[in-house]
């Protein structure tokens, strides 16, 4: 039987499961990333990404259909092409060079009649304006006309056993009528529902506006948690409470600050865009941006206040960090509000141990002693702080042996625990 030909750019956090879910629906896929040990290790069943199990990559690879490669010569012919590459923020300003660099790696290989699909989110028209015009030029192909082009933005949830890629509905949007029939199609083949929207740029909006929302409600009960503590009164109930009211409330719960590639990235590109575009300020980003960028100075002043109720000094004082990774139960430790944490630490002399279960080695700070969760490192440490919540850790042993908990995420009971 004839197999579609699908090539996803970029095989990360977005482009393997993508990969993976479009073998098992049937296409044949080629995963281009410039990375090579990333291929490599993809090559030889080594998955990086917590929600793609290594068994799940072995099979992807044993049934011939899935092939990683860092040779963009390996996408010619095909029928589908996804890019997922990295939209980073440098210096403040979006990124977009990876799309651009992708843009012209894939060019030759655009043909009549394919599909070219892009998700990484980015700020309104970059589709249309950036990565049409790449396309067309070696090609000497146009969209709309020659090829279809669209935009659909993923909302993968690292970490979330109940919302996968599959069940997820999935925003479509194409440069015209033909274009999105094509982009709709495709994702009918690998989700359960698809919300086709009218324009590309609703599309790409429609991401952001997600995630500015989120970031805008964390900063919000951020806040909201440092003026409580303040004024004595528990935020965590209070937000609890809240949350039982069945309609017009969504619970957000403080934290220790935002990390990963989305929250502290995503709202800029379209504070940005604003700005170049209108010349106005998205006065709610900004404001969101400081305040949850001020967290993790907040909570390293909590522990100081605490150890000082205590008659101790951060100085010379052993601190235990439980969790560093900026979202629990992943290893994901891109800006990770645990790196300024240990940084402030440190420099304020404090020696910083850290249970970590799921980073990388290389990307856990230097000169963070990454150690075990036992009792021995519980009772050495002057303060242990729950900074990510991982579910697999021993809760009862940490309220049973810690000397002084900060919780930073409600996760501890007792006389030693003080919450954010
Ligand atoms: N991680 C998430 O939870 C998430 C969720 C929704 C959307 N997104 C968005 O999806 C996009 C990708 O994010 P990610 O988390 O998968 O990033 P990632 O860094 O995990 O993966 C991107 C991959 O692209 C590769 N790459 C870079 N330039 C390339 C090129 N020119 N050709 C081929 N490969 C190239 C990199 O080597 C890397 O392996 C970003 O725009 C991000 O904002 C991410």
Redesign the pocket.
């Known amino acids: 039987m004839d197999h579609q030909k699908l090539v996803v ?8 499961p993508l990969a993976m879910r479009a073998v098992e629906a049937g296409f044949d896929v080629v995963g ?4 090579e040990g ?1 291929v490599k290790r993809l090559a030889s069943g080594d998955s990086f ?1 917590e929600d793609t199990p290594a068994r799940r990559l072995d099979q992807a690879l044993r049934s011939g259909r899935y092939h990683p490669t ?1 040779d ?1 010569a390996d996408a010619a012919g095909f029928d589908v092409c996804v ?6 923020l440098r210096d403040g300003t979006p990124d977009v060079s ?2 651009e ?2 843009g012209v ?1 894939l060019s030759p290989h655009v043909s009549r009649g394919c599909t070219v699909i892009l ?4 700020y309104p028209g970059t589709t249309e304006e950036l990565l049409r015009p790449l396309l067309e030029m070696a090609s000497g192909l146009q969209s709309p006309g020659d090829f279809h082009l669209g935009y659909s ?6 970490g979330n056993p109940t919302w996968r890629l599959e069940n997820t509905p999935k925003v479509v949007s194409g440069m015209d009528a033909a274009a999105l029939r094509r982009v709709d199609a495709f994702y009918q083949g690998i989700v359960q529902r698809t919300v086709p929207v009218d324009s590309i740029r609703v599309a790409e909006l429609t ?1 952001l506006i997600e ?1 500015t929302f989120r970031q805008v409600n964390i900063a919000l009960i951020n806040e909201l948690a440092v003026l409580s503590h303040e004024l004595g009164i528990d935020v965590w109930q209070a937000v609890d409470a809240a949350a039982t009211k069945p309609f017009g409330f969504m619970s957000f719960r403080p934290g220790p600050g935002v990390g ?3 929250l502290p ?2 709202p800029c590109y379209l504070s940005w865009q604003v700005k170049r575009t209108l010349g106005r300020q998205f006065r709610f980003v900004e404001l969101a941006n400081d305040i949850n960028h001020e967290m993790p100075e907040h909570v390293v002043q909590r522990i100081m206040t605490g150890l000082n109720r205590r008659g101790q000094a951060v100085n010379g004082s052993q601190v235990l960090l439980l969790g560093l990774a900026y979202k629990k139960n992943t290893g ?1 430790m ?1 800006d990770s509000p645990a790196i300024e944490i240990t940084r402030r630490l440190q420099s304020l002399g404090a020696r910083v141990h850290a249970v970590e279960p799921y980073a990388e080695p290389q990307h856990i700070p230097g000169d963070v002693v990454v150690v075990d969760l036992t009792e021995g490192e519980l009772r050495a440490a002057d303060a242990t702080v729950v900074v990510t919540d991982h579910d697999s850790l021993d809760y009862d042993l940490v309220e049973r042996c810690a000397r002084y908990i900060f919780d930073t995420r409600d996760r501890c009971r007792g006389d030693t625990v003080e919450r954010l």
Do not use: W
């Open positions: 750019v970029g095989q990360g956090y977005v482009g393997l281009v990333d410039l990375d990333r990404v860092t963009y890019i997922t590459v990295p939209t980073p990876y799309i660099k992708a790696s998700e990484s989110t980015t933005p993923e909302r993968i949830d690292p991401k995630n990963g590639h989305c990235i995503d994901d891109r």
